[in-house]
């Protein structure tokens, strides 16, 4: 049998179809013909089940051979075969008018998320990397014969009686010169581990050597044991991962076990994980792990793992999960969830819609679950995860109304509430005037430790509100709770966050406080500090240095990506100087005779307030060392 003839397509070279879409992928070959020669295998067990076939299907595998000095990669299967029927039907015909379907449907898509096996293309991936390819075949039908096919990617192929004993299809794939660095052993090694780790059937590459005792227990002259070499077939993939088994087979160490295998270059140990494992109404398996966030957006993305049947798609998941979801680590495995779309086609799939609804409700159930069971190790684990619940509670609604019940606040002195408990706990102390209950925050004990004492010597509760996401939170907090306001510990002087309807009255006359206000302005930069003048306790600070709530949330929410903010991070930084008319040295400034002496006392106290806030800084740090070195003299 001979047989010549020309494929039907309109394309005078299959070459422009498969790199239009697939140039920068070009390693993506070896996992189409891998993934074809595994679903080949696959057939053959079913056919042998349903009783069609009666052939052995004990040793089943699939090979990678590379051959550097004939330039050639062979895939190896010994699945159903071919025969000259079913090459003519499956690859004469379809897959190249699926290339036509698949460059008209698809030519808008996203290039990196176009897969092209989808549309019976997978095949002629080959021949992004290779310059001829052939296919040696037999089917494991009685009496079936061997078939040669061979084409050099032109419409033109060869189709005759091939010489193949056993039953199953050779692919090999003669490299072109451009695509040469695929005949290298890493870099073959490197691509299967990145899609192949974990396909259902063994995938032998080449052979190991391992050292091991000798089996007779032969001795060298020193009495230890002779190692020898022994080789073995190098199996690449683990076939049974342990998102395809049920839960209920699994314990603590099974789970850590497969984090390590999945993530050998990770040296700390996931949290806890999520076991998924739904039939119906869609197929989704996989297993998520939450990592240790601690205050980290960026680095942690693109660690979750998106399979079909055991096949590696890719590790971005952005249009499949909420975003939210990208920061934890792990697998999912779905076929329901389509792959050559364009990302607004994927939002909108019904089976992808409600696989990410499962899969945050999933998040909030356990995150609920560990709250309610332990509460005190949810605690001690809520600094390596409140990123995670924070960012989900801004960016998905859903997620946000489950996780109010179990989102933390952890106060000044180390005790966590959670939100309504916390409101409860200073609704009536921490009321203002006007009705609100304000909540009093310091993302930086330590920076803000004069205002947190201001605030705590009052009795008033203050909350350890840190992170990038705060300025965002608190926002949201507030528009769901209109009955309540945050307020950073160093936006405004303790009496003005929470003002009373009873005030302190100032020493100074107003003439006095106009007096003063105009000395302390002739000293300051106008630009960025406005003078307030402020009656407090004479046991305050003489100075502070506040920044407006609102304007630095803005700034704050701006750097965080909040496209509505702009105009608010393009402005300068400004400050309120709060001036305690009751304090004496303020007082003193007023009562100095000598212009020096009251400048002096002036930039003293100005740099003592800007020194807690850790704004002072070069030039000016050297002339406060100096001038109080000579005040102490």
């Avoid at 070959?29 to 052995?56: C, P, W, Y």
């Avoid at 630095?552 to 701006?558: G, L, N």
Wanted: net charge neutral; aromatic share 8%.
């Amino acid at each position: 049998m001979k047989k010549k003839g020309n494929i039907n397509v309109t394309s005078e070279n299959i070459f422009p179809i498969i790199k239009q879409f697939l140039y920068s992928d070009n390693e993506i070959f070896l996992r189409e013909l891998v993934s074809n020669a595994v679903d080949a295998t696959q057939k053959l067990k079913t056919l042998k089940t349903i009783g069609e076939l009666n052939t052995d299907i004990k040793n089943l595998r699939v090979e990678v051979i590379l051959d550097k000095s004939e330039k050639t990669i062979t895939i190896r299967d010994n699945g159903v075969g071919m025969t000259a029927k079913e090459v003519d039907k499956y690859i004469n015909q379809i897959a190249f008018s699926g290339a036509e379907e698949f460059v008209n449907k698809y030519k808008d898509a996203d290039k990196k998320n176009s897969i092209i096996g989808h549309f019976g293309l997978g095949f002629y991936s080959a021949f992004m990397v290779a310059e001829e390819v052939e296919i040696i075949t037999k089917s494991q039908q009685p009496k079936s014969k061997p078939v040669k096919w061979t084409c050099d990617g032109s419409p033109n192929f060869t189709m005759k009686d091939g010489n193949k004993k056993d039953a199953g299809t050779d692919i090999v794939l003669h490299i072109s010169e451009d695509s040469s660095e695929f005949l290298d052993e890493n870099k073959l090694s490197t691509i299967l581990n990145k899609y192949c780790k974990f396909l259902p059937v063994e995938i032998k590459f080449g052979t190991k050597t391992e050292k091991i005792d000798h089996p007779k227990g032969e001795k060298d002259k020193e009495g230890n044991i002779i190692k020898i070499d022994k080789v073995s077939d190098n199996i690449i993939n683990n076939t049974k991962p342990a998102w395809t088994k049920k839960p209920s087979n699994l314990n603590e160490e099974h789970y850590k076990n497969f984090y390590r295998e999945l993530y050998p270059m990770e040296f700390t140990e996931p949290l806890f994980h999520i076991h998924l494992n739904v039939d119906f109404p869609f197929n989704l398996t996989g297993i998520l792990y939450f990592p240790k966030l601690k205050n980290n957006l960026e680095v942690q993305k693109n660690k979750i793992n998106l399979y079909s049947n055991q096949v590696f798609i890719t590790d971005n998941v952005e249009n499949i999960v909420p975003e939210f979801l990208t920061l934890l680590h792990g697998v999912i495995d779905s076929p329901d969830i389509p792959l050559n779309v364009s990302r607004s086609y994927l939002q909108a799939d019904a089976n992808v819609k409600k696989i990410s609804g499962h899969i945050t409700k999933k998040v909030a159930d356990k995150l609920s679950r560990m709250f309610k069971k332990d509460r005190k190790d949810f605690e001690n684990k809520w600094d390596d995860v409140k990123v995670f619940i924070e960012y989900g509670m801004l960016t998905e609604e859903k997620f946000f109304n489950k996780a109010k019940d179990f989102a933390l606040y952890k106060n000044t002195q180390g005790k966590y509430y959670t939100f309504n408990e916390f409101i409860e706990k200073v609704n009536k102390s921490q009321k203002n005037k006007d009705g609100k209950t304000i909540i009093l925050y310091t993302n930086d004990g330590n920076e803000q430790h004069g205002f947190v004492k201001n605030a705590t010597d009052k009795g008033y509760e203050v909350l350890e509100l840190g992170g990038p996401l705060i300025s965002h939170l608190v926002s949201k907090l507030e528009s769901t709770n209109t009955d309540i306001q945050f307020a950073r510990v160093d936006a405004d002087i303790i009496d003005k966050l929470i003002e009373k309807e009873e005030s302190t009255i100032s020493k100074l006359s107003e003439k006095d406080q106009e007096k003063l206000k105009k000395m302390i302005e002739e000293n300051i930069d106008k630009e960025k500090f406005t003078v307030q003048i402020q009656n407090m306790s004479s046991n305050d600070a003489p100075i502070a240095i506040t920044q407006s709530e609102f304007m630095r949330r803005m700034k704050e929410q701006q750097q965080l990506g909040n496209g509505g903010m702009q105009m608010f991070g393009a402005m300068p930084e400004s400050y309120n100087l709060a001036i305690n008319s009751n304090h004496k040295l303020i007082g003193k400034i007023l009562s100095e005779k000598t212009k020096k002496k009251r400048i002096d006392l002036i930039n003293q106290l100005l740099d003592l307030a800007l020194l807690s806030q850790g704004m002072l800084k070069g030039e000016s740090m050297t002339k406060f060392i100096s001038r109080s070195v000579n005040l102490i003299k």
